[in-house]
């Protein structure tokens, strides 16, 4: 049997606030943020039952995303992908499950920085080009997916993983130097999990897992003095 489910979302947000990052009274740095934000995503997803070879999960998905604020003039965002996951049975009661990714990210940023309402000729996107500063990068990646999953019962389920994610190129943008601004890396992340779920008296469940997240070229953000 197969089935077809398409998932489609949109959403709107809009912010206005000043928001003080010095820690000081009186204020000694405020950050005024008015930003509207627009998203659309559309996925189609295929589940197959594949009878005594198992069962697939297929799909593609495409994201699309403006954002306008008064930091950035405007940032757009589009991603598309497509997925697979197979799982086969391997003997009574044990599964392996095989899986995949491979996205294609697509950004695009326009900079026009102000000081006291007017825009600052040294920082806007021409002359963050001019300092080697890429702002449309595109990335893509392939990311796996590996495990085993065994029903030790009717009520007992065991099950081991490894899944890799990625997060696409960005910026640290949110600076008052140009030279401060600087093009951060994709994101990387290799995840280990094993678990378990079960039911006890057809009503009670009880689940448990242990992870470890192993991260590459992790961005964080902090705010410090200078």
């Not at 912010?15 to 010095?22: N, T």
């Not at 995503?41 to 699309?64: I, K, P, R, T």
């Not at 499950?97 to 040294?122: M, Q």
């Amino acid at each position: 049997t197969v089935s077809i489910n398409s998932i489609t979302g949109w959403r709107f947000s809009s912010q206005i606030y000043d928001l003080d990052i010095s820690g000081r009274n009186p204020w000694t740095y405020i950050l005024a943020a008015n930003n509207d934000s627009h998203q659309f995503s559309q996925e189609f997803q295929m589940n197959a039952d594949l009878g005594a070879f198992g069962s697939l999960v297929a799909g593609v998905y495409y994201f699309d995303e403006r954002n306008d604020s008064v930091i950035t003039d405007r940032l757009r965002i589009k991603s598309y992908a497509a997925f697979g996951e197979l799982k086969v049975p391997v003997f009574a009661g044990l599964s392996a499950i095989l899986g995949g990714r491979v996205t294609r990210d697509k950004k695009d940023l326009t900079v026009v920085h102000f000081i006291n309402g007017a825009a600052n000729p040294a920082f806007n996107t021409q002359a963050l080009i001019a300092r080697g500063i890429e702002m449309d990068p595109k990335i893509t990646k392939f990311t796996p997916k590996a495990g085993l999953e065994y029903q030790a019962t009717d009520d007992i389920l065991l099950y081991a993983t490894f899944t890799q994610g990625f997060k696409g190129e960005g910026w640290q943008a949110r600076v008052n130097n140009p030279a401060q601004f600087l093009n951060a890396a994709a994101e990387t992340v290799n995840s280990y999990e094993i678990g378990f779920k079960s039911t006890f008296a057809e009503r009670f469940r009880l689940n448990g897992s242990a992870f470890i997240a192993d991260y590459k070229d992790l961005v964080n953000t902090i705010s410090g003095p200078g």
